[in-house]
């Protein structure tokens, strides 16, 4: 399985996407999502998921920072925006809902956009391809993901960009 997006050229995410983007929730989360392609899934694929991750927050907010979560994918083509009106799958809460994002679980159930505060920071998506549906709600938390799909990934891809301080 492979994943693309053109959010990234030459290694780094748009600034778009992030905190020079010119799309914010009304508290100031950025939220213009990435596009993405998903290609070669395995056959058997029910639905896909996926994990939009910071691990370099861990040095500025003490934690591996979440950015987008999403389950009960079936597409396999997001279109850059889309995770501010889609209804055909589920989203989980983001780190904006956490201590130091202050959003509500339902103001950060969305793609939340990134915002290095300290350096560059690399961004990590994930995307599994799965051979089920998953039994979540909007608002699920990344634990809840985790656990959903244990004994249900048939394949998994990943692909990393950097945002620019």
């Not at 501010?84 to 780190?95: E, F, L, M, P, T």
């Amino acid at each position: 399985m492979k994943i693309a997006s053109s959010a990234i050229k030459n290694g780094f995410f748009e600034d778009k996407y992030g905190k020079r983007g010119v799309q914010f929730s009304p508290n100031g989360m950025p939220n213009y999502s990435i596009p993405l392609e998903i290609s070669d899934a395995p056959k058997g694929t029910k639905s896909f998921a996926l994990v939009l991750e910071d691990k370099d927050a861990v040095g500025a907010a003490g934690y591996v920072w979440v950015h987008w979560l999403v389950a009960n994918l079936h597409r396999t083509s997001l279109m850059e925006n889309d995770s501010i009106s889609a209804k055909d799958y589920v989203q989980g809460r983001n780190s904006w809902s956490g201590k130091l994002g202050g959003l509500s679980t339902e103001e950060a159930s969305f793609y939340g956009g990134m915002a290095p505060p300290n350096a560059d920071h690399r961004y990590e998506l994930y995307v599994y391809a799965l051979d089920c549906e998953l039994e979540l709600q909007n608002g699920f938390g990344y634990n809840d993901l985790h656990f959903a799909m244990q004994g249900h990934i048939l394949d998994q891809a990943y692909l990393v960009g950097i945002y620019q301080l």
